[in-house]
């Protein structure tokens, strides 16, 4: 099923890494320089999760890029203690990507430089976000593991800042009319629900 809905741009760390044909949706919404950029931007993300993940001596198993998000398919068994970098990895990226954007915009003032800038700028703040699962709650949450050495509490009260961070987000998505945005509040919204076992 998966081989029908992507297909294979390379290998990485010994991984394939897969390009969703859903992503080519965004061409009937953006503009195409904001493709290529969401594009280059989202894959140097999940190469810098697979690529400190392998560093540290854990398994890799693929890398895809879907319609608006990316994945990297790390050992699930991976030490809390490691995945915190692991995870890093990605934002961390995007605010690099901005900064040599911003570098080389200085010298040759393209408007692609611009929406680079933007792309990673914007990417590095929804990433940092105590949401999960986004990398800031996945960092929150693996951070209060390695303090609390209780894996439910640290889930609750992960749950619970993801909650109030999702619904300030919600706020802002409704009144900038971001439905994209809703929907991911949304989906973030039942995940914390759910992890608070206020839905079943």
Known sequence: NNM?????????????????????????????????????????????????????GWMVSGIRIDLFTGSAAVDTNIHERDSIPVVAAGPLSNLALAIVSIFIGVFFPYNFLVTMVVVNIILFLFNILPIYPMDGGRILR???????KNRRKSVRISAVVSLITTALVLLYAISTFSVILI?????????????????K
């Open 4 to 56: 029908k809905q992507s297909f294979k741009l390379f290998n990485f760390v010994g991984s394939p890494v897969e390009l969703s044909y859903w992503f080519f949706l965004l061409f009937l919404i953006l503009p195409v320089p904001t493709v290529i950029a969401v594009f280059i931007s989202i894959l140097i993300h999940e190469l810098s999760h697979a690529y400190v993940a392998d560093r540290l």
């Open 142 to 148: 693996d951070t209060l593991y390695l303090k609390l």
């Open 183 to 199: 929907i991911f509040c949304l989906l973030f919204g039942y995940m914390a629900l759910k992890d608070l076992d206020f839905i």
